[in-house]
């Protein structure tokens, strides 16, 4: 005999008739009662919506796997198995600062030029990257912070640029605020350079075994790539890639940044201050409109061009973004930004994609179910320089117009909150090493006691610039 009660369920293959009212009501009844106790409806939401349309818009990049490393160590993988000699690019010391400059750009990364005292050696005993060329810059046009000792070579510097005279890289090489070279062994394990690069140095010298021959370069940036392509041969950290920034409690909520409407100048000036190699570029509530690179300085590389210094950030940026769209055809924004909730696989294919050191990371919309997720801008999305490029105060498109008047574009009229968010922290390449190496049982120095002892190398350099903030609305959140 059937059971009224199983009758009321519909079978697979077809309908059935409908129960009695008073079962109805107690069917009702019951279900709200169980949705009542449901742990659905008792759990509290953790990803927004506006995350889901995040990764819906920038899907991890596709990975190549590489078999020689599969079912090995990571730790014990030697450097010299990633690194490849033709990256090695060479200069020597006696080498034109704008010859030096021209291979920079036209070499592409790894965005150094190593450099030697003869054009026959292998031993490096400088460098000279886009730091170089944004602290020498800011010489030549008078805006650098030097030390009462430096004033004199700052002063000779930037009359014999003005003049037009050669000027040897080796003159410039104590300008940018940079680290010792680091060199290693390509004998040595990539343990050893993950302590280095989890503690703050950016990029590693590698030589031939028992030799000061200079092999290969290996930066933090080439390294997190590797570790990403290969991550399911390392599962330690392949494991923490699911996990949102917010439960891995990596990066840091000290951020610097600078309000679009202030001047370029004032840009590079706070990145070579403080040793950046990018800054975040915010509207007038903070929220991340841009991001300026010392990478960038490579247009104003032209004489024609130094009129941009005096155009605020936010024309700078559409500058960038037109370059960059005629390099590729198309009208392109590259996301700089993710939120707490942002998985850690999000964030390093975001690194790897922009060839970042840093994302700036910005406040969540509401993570309730019912919000409604804002659009967010994919790595190709012209949303950024159409808000620029469509302003009523710009009358052509932003180019290398170079112009010593520009668009006045406000910070206070771009869509910054539905571009972005507010800006609350940062997340760098550093971190996330650092995180591996922990991971994995090493025991890297603190990235955060490694800020501060640059903060107070630079602390006298360092001053004019706070105390400008302080009259020029450049936020340094400390």
């Not at 680290?179 to 030589?207: M, Q, W, Y």
């Not at 690194?351 to 993570?367: F, I, Q």
Request: net charge neutral.
């Amino acid at each position: 005999m059937t059971d009224p009660a199983q009758s009321s369920v519909p079978d697979r293959g077809g309908a059935t008739s409908p129960p009695h009212n008073g079962q109805t009501i107690s069917h009702r009844s019951s279900f709200a009662d169980n949705m009542r106790h449901s742990p659905r409806s008792q759990r509290h939401p953790s990803f927004p919506q506006s995350a889901v349309q995040e990764l819906l818009n920038h899907p991890p990049v596709a990975k190549t796997v590489d078999p020689r490393f599969a079912g090995r160590d990571w730790r014990q993988i030697r450097v010299g198995e990633l690194v490849n000699k033709e990256e090695v690019r060479w200069a020597q010391l006696d080498t034109g600062v704008e010859q030096a400059t021209k291979l920079l750009i036209e070499l592409g990364p790894p965005n150094v030029i190593l450099l030697r005292e003869t054009s026959d050696g292998t031993s490096a005993c400088g460098t000279f990257d886009y730091s170089d060329l944004n602290a020498y810059l800011l010489v030549v046009v008078g805006l650098a912070n030097p030390e009462g000792e430096q004033l004199e070579t700052f002063d000779a510097l930037a009359k014999k640029a003005r003049e037009g005279a050669w000027i040897p890289v080796r003159d410039i090489q104590t300008l940018a605020k940079k680290g010792p070279l680091i060199t290693l062994s390509e004998s040595e394990d990539l343990s050893k350079a993950i302590e280095h690069f989890a503690s703050g140095v950016h990029r590693i010298l590698v030589c031939k075994h028992g030799t000061t021959e200079v092999v290969g370069i290996l930066s933090q940036l080439k390294v997190v790539r590797f570790l990403w392509d290969n991550a399911t041969s390392f599962p330690a950290i392949d494991a923490l890639y699911p996990v949102i920034l917010r439960d891995l409690g990596v990066g840091t909520r000290e951020t610097i940044s600078i309000n679009g409407d202030r001047t370029l100048t004032d840009a590079l000036q706070l990145m070579s201050n403080e040793g950046l190699t990018s800054v975040a570029v915010v509207d007038n509530a903070l929220n991340v409109v841009g991001n300026i690179s010392t990478a960038d300085v490579k247009l104003l590389t032209n004489s024609s061009s130094l009129p941009l210094l005096k155009s605020s950030c936010i024309h700078f940026i559409s500058v960038i973004l037109s370059e960059r769209g005629i390099g590729d055809g198309k009208d392109s924004f590259p996301v700089f930004h993710v939120t707490p909730f942002s998985t850690l696989a999000h964030t390093v294919a975001k690194l790897v994609a922009t060839r970042s050191h840093r994302m700036w990371v910005v406040e969540a919309a509401s993570p309730s179910p019912s919000a409604t997720p804002l659009p967010t801008p994919s790595l190709t999305t012209p949303s950024m320089s159409s808000a620029i490029l469509s302003s009523p105060a710009v009358s052509t498109p932003a180019s290398p117009n170079l112009a010593t008047t520009f668009p006045a574009v406000s910070a206070a009229a771009l869509p910054g909150a539905r571009i972005s968010g507010r800006l609350t922290g940062v997340i760098s390449l550093t971190d996330i090493l650092n995180l591996f190496a922990r991971q994995s049982g090493l025991n890297p120095l603190s990235p955060n006691d490694q800020r501060a002892r640059r903060r107070r190398s630079s602390s006298s350099s360092v001053r004019p610039s706070i105390d400008s903030a302080r009259n020029s609305s450049i936020d340094l959140r400390r």
